[in-house]
């Protein structure tokens, strides 16, 4: 692989160190085994998944055959990329033995200590209740998440990060487009084609889709892409736009720009086309945690940005600028108002079990009797797991950023920039939990868990690479051959 | 493979895995049992639901009569499954099994038709729910609109005690409003009949929970030992390197001033494990694995 193409096309920087200089010749110098040109089949198991997560309902889709915790499509391929993992020699040595920073893998684990403590301390309680049923399922997916996180990061090296960051560009300017589609038509190509192909294993519910304002919530127009809701939709957006904006801003080459600034232009079009203050708000606070390592390069796009971002948007999805900009909705909205009341009403919740919560996966959004719909994953957390709990859950969030600081400071442009993109995904993800329950819509939180994987393996830079286990026994036992056949 | 190197590494502390083992046992079945002085009590896990119908009627039935409307008698049907959860009628529904009303946790209908905002608790209404949680045996009475009935779901540890509580929740209502009827000397023909469509029908709902939460409990503790051992077992071959490092760093500081600082690439490999065969245990980078035909197969573990 090519120097440039593995160091993200990025603007050679001046690179003194020679620790960074040896960074950056074995990132150069590394082999053409890399996604997608590769032909190890974990990597390519990933990009199925992230697929079906951009283009599948998988919250809508319930298989003709069950499981007896769930019978969601995402269940179904999480275990078939388990049994790959096992099959083709996923090895978490890959991970474990290496310079990748463990930082996010144990505030993951710390953090479903803490939910299983949080069940089994007060089991007597939820079983009484009759949420323990629930619970199990909700454990199942955050099995599923903390499992797809760790296939991501024992399947990927450094040097399939940017191919699969630039997959995920593809993926959602695609996506983005399906919702622009959407927006204007009513049509969800997501819901029809997946209805149209999954038909003999799975039924697939119809989809929300309302344009018309007036038959929308609050006079906002309902577009859901492939998920079940506008938020989800904006939420997986909001975490791979950074991946292209960091390519605007380091691109060599005009044809490069441009086509990062376009999939970027689009997936805000996309997001803005759900009429979701989310998407207004998320974007704003990846852009300024880019500008925080990159001032410079933000402001000097910045002015000129906005006026094109501006134009784009309003053609691309007419009137969702004015929806999202208005004021009277912003601040007197039901939406705005029941956020509002969201922590003094759960505030007994909280009071009665402060430390480990009521129990994770307990609030059963079907009865509207006992639990609110908070608009607020850290509320949802704080109220299920405690404080010791949400404190572990924002820390799990943070842990990728935190980790990948250091690599997004060194000269090694292809290291900072792939930590920079991908650490600002989980910056995203950190400000959309404040903004609605995320963990309820599981596109939002699968493509946090992989982003966060990313994270760490980008972080690491090329120096977190190792041979996988099974080839390093092979090529042993080979060498083993030939000594004794030497001698 | 990596998953067969880690069972290799856990079996190499086998004594502490059967602490392991020990621990799980304990907590799987302290999750089940409580201690009670010196003997073990089964925790009350397992619940049983059981529920009826009652029609509010009038003396000559409106079910045999197109006479008579129901409206009115759908009306009494929402009062009376609100007044239900009321301390008076459940202390008369306590009686019924042999429980006082404070025992009893219930709750009266919410209309299905109102939006979710103002169906969701406040915090008041949330207060006085949290305290009924631990309550084992529950009321939940509903009625529907325009239906001259009230459904009654009982909840309680066994399914005798959930079918009387739910029959005991009618047989309340009735001896509640007869007493009201004879106190104001309402007239035969006017009074409110409470008729209850057929006697309640109960099971258990959670059949076999503390089985499974036994098992789930020591699989659960069981796969933390693991880690935890696993995370210890790691923690002490770096703890070694590190000391090995330090000796080589020292060693090379003798030899050669400065060059061997901690930091530069060469240093960091024996914590990587390269350059090192003692040392080295799980953590060769791809590209020193490839040059280094005399590595070990023991490295491997």
């Known amino acids: 692989m090519s120097a440039a193409a593995v160091a993200g096309r990025t603007r050679p920087a001046p690179v003194t160190k020679p620790r960074e200089q040896a960074l950056t010749h074995r990132a150069a110098s590394a082999p053409r085994d890399a996604f997608p040109h590769t032909k190890r089949p974990l990597p390519w198991l990933l990009a199925g998944f992230l697929a079906m997560l951009f283009f599948i ?40 033995h290496t310079r990748r920073s463990k930082v996010y893998v144990t505030a993951a684990l710390v953090f479903l200590a803490l939910a299983v403590a949080s069940l089994l301390l007060d089991v007597g309680r939820i079983i009484n209740l009759g949420d323990f ?50 927006r204007r038509t009513g049509y969800n190509v997501f819901y029809s084609v997946s209805d149209a192909i999954l038909k003999p294993i799975a039924n697939v519910a119809p989809s929300p889709t309302n344009i018309h304002p007036a038959f929308g919530t609050e006079g906002r127009v309902t577009v859901v892409g492939p998920t079940q809701h506008g938020l989800a ?12 904006l960091v390519r605007v801003l380091d691109a060599t080459s005009r044809r490069s720009w441009w086509l990062n600034a376009a999939a970027f232009a689009l997936m805000i079009a996309g997001a803005m086309a759900t009429d979701r203050k989310t998407a207004l708000l998320v974007p704003v606070a990846v852009v300024l945690y880019i500008a925080w390592f990159r001032p410079r390069q933000v402001l000097r796009l910045a002015p000129l940005g906005l006026v094109v971002l501006t134009g784009i948007v309003h053609f691309a999805s007419p009137g969702a600028l004015g929806t999202v900009f208005d004021l009277n909705l912003v601040t007197n909205s039901n939406s705005t108002a029941h956020r509002v009341g969201d922590f003094t009403d759960v505030a007994p919740d909280v009071f009665a079990h402060p430390v480990l ?107 977190g690479n190792v041979v996988p286990t099974r080839e390093l026994a092979r090529r042993l036992a080979a060498k083993r051959r030939h000594a004794v056949a030497t001698a | ?71 009115p008698l759908s009306a009494r049907a929402t009062v009376y499954a609100n007044f239900m959860a009321s301390p008076a009628v459940l202390a008369l529904i306590g009686q019924q099994v042999g429980l006082s009303g404070e025992q009893l946790y219930a709750t009266g209908p919410v209309s299905a038709s109102q939006p979710r905002v103002v169906q969701e608790p406040t915090a008041l209404k949330r207060n006085t729910e949290i305290t009924g949680e631990t309550d084992p045996y529950r009321l939940s009475f509903e009625s529907q609109p325009n239906l001259p009935t009230i459904n009654v779901y009982a909840q309680a540890p066994t399914t005798a005690l959930a079918v009387g509580l739910a029959n005991g929740a009618v047989v309340g209502l009735k001896q509640y409003i007869t007493a009201l009827e004879a106190a104001d000397k309402t007239p035969a023909r006017a009074r409110v009949t409470i008729r209850q469509l057929g006697p309640a029908n ?10 499974e939460l036994a098992i789930l409990v020591f699989v659960g503790v069981f796969l933390l030992w693991c880690i935890l051992l696993l995370a210890a077992s790691r923690f002490r071959e770096v703890w070694r390197g590190s000391a090995l490092l330090q000796d080589w760093d020292e060693h090379s500081s003798d030899e050669d001033g400065h060059r061997g600082k901690l930091g530069d690439d060469a240093s960091e490999a024996p914590l990587n494990g390269h350059g090192d065969s003692e040392t080295h245990l799980l953590g060769t980078p791809s590209r020193q694995e490839d040059d280094d035909p005399a590595m070990p197969v023991r490295s491997l573990l």
């Open chain 1, 57 to 96: 309902p998988i919250a809508s889709i319930e298989l003709k055959f069950h499981l007896p915790v769930d019978s969601r499509i995402d269940r179904f391929v999480v275990i078939g990329l388990i049994l790959a993992w096992l099959w083709l020699g996923g090895d978490q040595r890959a991970f474990l």
């Open chain 1, 133 to 182: 049923q629930l619970a199990e399922k909700r454990f199942a997916l955050l099995g599923s998440f903390l499992a797809l996180s760790w296939f991501a990061l024992t399947a990927l090296r450094f040097e399939d990060v940017r191919g699969i960051a630039t997959y995920l560009i593809g993926l959602a300017t695609l996506m983005a487009i399906g919702m622009l589609i959407e």
């Open chain 1, 233 to 244: 939709a904006t939420s997986m957006l909001v975490m791979v736009m950074p991946f292209a």
């Open chain 1, 357 to 463: 919560g009521r129990g994770f996966g307990t609030l059963n959004p079907e009865q509207p009797t006992q639990f609110r719909i908070n608009d607020d994953e850290y509320i949802d957390e704080l109220s299920e797991v405690g404080f010791v709990g949400l404190a572990a859950f924002v820390w799990m969030i943070l842990a990728p950023v935190v980790s990948a600081r250091r690599a997004i400071r060194s000269r090694a442009p292809a290291i900072a920039s792939l930590a920079l993109a991908t650490s600002a995904g989980c910056v995203g993800f950190f400000v959309v939990c404040a903004l609605f329950d995320a963990l309820s819509f599981a596109q939002a939180p699968y493509m946090f868990f992989v982003v966060a994987a990313l994270t760490t393996i980008a972080a690491a830079g090329p120096e």
């Open chain 2, 1 to 71: 493979m990596g998953f067969a190197l880690s069972i290799r590494v856990l079996l190499r502390h086998r004594w502490l895995m059967a602490v392991g083992v020990l621990v799980a046992a304990a907590a799987a079945i302290l999750s089940v049992y409580r201690v009670d002085g010196s003997t073990l009590k089964a925790r009350s896990l397992q619940y049983s639901s059981a529920t009826t119908q009652a029609l509010v009627d009038s003396p000559t039935s409106v079910l045999g009569d197109l006479s008579q409307s129901f409206e």
């Open chain 2, 202 to 211: 109960g099971a258990v709902v959670d059949g076999g929970i503390s089985k």
